[in-house]
Structures are given as structure tokens and as C-alpha cells.
């Protein structure tokens, strides 16, 4: 019981050589319209991740005001021992004659703070 398909309409090769000509532009067209949403998409979906990641930052104050904000993890500092040791002598990082070498004499009103100094530190 199978019912024969109608028969195509005859054409041409000239008529055949449009339509592919015709097709083959549709599908340049196509492809060109899908690169397009394509790209859209993607970058439709980056501005959703930022806006995603801006509606989380902008959540965590709201969350929890009184809590302070979360720092990144400080990389650990080493411990003195892992330090190595220089053999410096403190008194070597001036050298002789570029520091004063006797300080200045006491003027009167450094005088008077000094006399009063320990009254001051009896009242605290």
C-alpha cells in the first residue's frame, strides 16, 4: 500500500545552479547571524556573572553589618628563627662624625619638665 511520492517538477541546471546560488547565500547569511548571537550570548553571560558577583558583594554588608568585612588570608610571616642572622653591630649603622656626638645642652624649660616629672606621674 505504499503511495508513490509526486514526482519533482523538472527544472533545469541553469534554474538547479540559481536555487543552489540562492541557498548558499541564505546559509552565509545564517552563519553570519549566528556568530552574531553567539558573541551576544557571550557576552551577555559575562555581564550576568559580573552583575551576579556585584549582588553578592553588595549582599554580604547587608547580611551581617555588624560583622566586619572578610579579608583575604595574610600569606604567613616566618618565624625569627627561619630569619637568617646578619652579624651587624647596631652602633655601625652611623657612621663617626655624622651623628651628634654629644647631645645638647639642658635649656631651662626642659629643665623645669624634668623637675616636675615625677609630680605629674604620682597624679596619673
Given at each position: 500500500?505504499?503511495?508513490?511520492?509526486?514526482?519533482?517538477?523538472?527544472?533545469?541546471?541553469?534554474?538547479?545552479?540559481?536555487?543552489?546560488?540562492?541557498?548558499?547565500?541564505?546559509?552565509?547569511?545564517?552563519?553570519?547571524?549566528?556568530?552574531?548571537?553567539?558573541?551576544?550570548?557571550?557576552?551577555?553571560?559575562?555581564?550576568?556573572?559580573e552583575?551576579?558577583?556585584?549582588?553578592?558583594?553588595?549582599?554580604?554588608?547587608?547580611?551581617?553589618?555588624?560583622?566586619?568585612?572578610?579579608?583575604?588570608?595574610?600569606?604567613?610571616?616566618?618565624?625569627?628563627?627561619?630569619?637568617?642572622?646578619?652579624?651587624?653591630?647596631?652602633?655601625?649603622?652611623?657612621?663617626?662624625?655624622?651623628?651628634?656626638?654629644?647631645?645638647?645642652?639642658v635649656?631651662?624649660?626642659?629643665?623645669?619638665a624634668?623637675?616636675?616629672?615625677?609630680?605629674?606621674?604620682?597624679?596619673?
Open positions: 500500500m505504499a503511495t508513490a511520492a509526486p514526482a519533482a517538477p523538472k527544472l533545469s541546471k541553469d534554474e538547479l545552479r540559481a536555487r543552489v546560488e540562492q541557498l548558499e547565500r541564505a546559509n552565509a547569511t545564517l552563519r553570519v547571524k549566528s556568530k552574531e548571537a553567539a558573541r551576544a550570548a557571550k557576552a551577555a553571560a559575562a555581564r550576568i556573572a552583575l551576579e558577583d556585584k549582588v553578592a558583594q553588595l549582599e554580604q554588608p547587608a547580611a551581617a553589618p555588624s560583622a566586619p568585612a572578610k579579608r583575604s588570608p595574610k600569606p604567613p610571616v616566618p618565624a625569627r628563627a627561619k630569619r637568617p642572622r646578619r652579624d651587624v653591630d647596631p652602633g655601625d649603622a652611623v657612621p663617626p662624625g655624622a651623628a651628634v656626638q654629644q647631645p645638647a645642652p635649656d631651662e624649660e626642659a629643665e623645669t624634668l623637675e616636675n616629672l615625677p609630680e605629674h606621674l604620682k597624679a596619673e
